[in-house]
C-alpha cells in the first residue's frame, strides 16, 4: 500500500540520518578526546616547568619564592578543565616540589573559591594537600 511505502521511505531517511549523525558525534568525540589530550600535556609541561622553578628556589624558606607566576597563570588559562588535573597531581605526587599551598591561587582563579587554607593547617603541607583535593572532589 502506499502508506507502507511511504512508512519504508521515511523510515530508510531516518536511519540514514542517524548513521550520519552517528558518524557526526564519532567525530566530536574524537576531536574533544585530541583536544583533552592536548591540554593534559599542556598542563604536564606546565607543571614541569614549575617544578623546575621550585628546584631552582628549594633553599628559599618563603612560600610565596614557590608560586610561578607565569606557570600559574598558564593553568588559570586552561580554565575548568584543569581542575581534575591539578587534583590527580595533587593525589599522585604527595612529594612534590611545588608546595601545596601554592596551588590555592590557581584554584581559586579558576573555579572562583575564595576559600582560604583553614587557620589551624597553615604551615602543615600534608593538611592542605588533603583540603585541596577535598575540595575538587
Known amino acids: 500500500s502506499l502508506r507502507s511505502i511511504f512508512y519504508r521511505h521515511k523510515t530508510s531517511q531516518s536511519l540514514g540520518r542517524c548513521v550520519k549523525l552517528q558518524k557526526r558525534l564519532q567525530f566530536l568525540c574524537l576531536l574533544l578526546k585530541k583536544i583533552h589530550m592536548a591540554l593534559e600535556d599542556e598542563f604536564k609541561e606546565t607543571v614541569k616547568r614549575w617544578e623546575a622553578h621550585c628546584d631552582s628556589v628549594s633553599i628559599s624558606s ?52 575564595e576559600s582560604e587554607i583553614p587557620e589551624e593547617i597553615k604551615g602543615n603541607m600534608k593538611e592542605i594537600r588533603a583540603h585541596l583535593i577535598a575540595t575538587l572532589s
Open 62 to 113: 618563603d612560600p610565596t619564592d614557590y608560586a610561578d607566576p607565569v606557570s600559574i597563570q598558564a593553568i588559570v588559562e586552561m580554565g575548568r578543565e584543569a581542575l581534575p588535573l591539578i587534583k590527580a597531581y595533587l593525589e599522585e605526587k604527595p612529594d612534590s616540589g611545588i608546595l601545596p599551598s601554592a596551588w590555592l591561587r590557581p584554584v581559586q582563579a579558576i573555579a572562583g573559591s
